[in-house]
């Protein structure tokens, strides 16, 4: 949680979101590079810090978990 600036001990799973653009009043305390943005099923405005993301699934190979290397 950002706003307890401390780690959960739970995993969470979001399914159905897709990926967005950074929107003009949106301000980052730090390199807004670090940030994957997003949007959730249910169209909510969302970020999470990239290191926290460690597979992903995509609908053109059905879902296979793929581990995601960030650069």
């Known amino acids: 949680s950002r706003k307890?600036?401390?780690a959960g001990v739970t995993l969470?799973?979001?399914s159905?979101?897709?990926v967005?653009?950074?929107l003009p009043d949106e301000a980052f305390s730090v390199g807004s590079e670090n940030y994957?943005?997003?949007q959730d099923k249910d169209g909510n405005?969302?970020?999470?810090?990239?290191?926290?993301?460690?597979?992903?699934?995509?609908?053109?190979?059905?879902f296979a978990l793929?581990?995601?290397e960030w650069i």
Do not use: A, E, T, W
């Open 66 to 68: 793929r581990k995601v």
């Open 4 to 6: 307890q600036r401390r």
């Open 36 to 38: 994957f943005l997003f």
């Open 20 to 22: 967005r653009k950074s």
């Open 45 to 62: 405005n969302k970020m999470c810090y990239k290191v926290l993301i460690r597979y992903m699934g995509f609908p053109h190979d059905g």
């Open 16 to 18: 159905g979101c897709k």
């Open 12 to 14: 969470r799973v979001l």
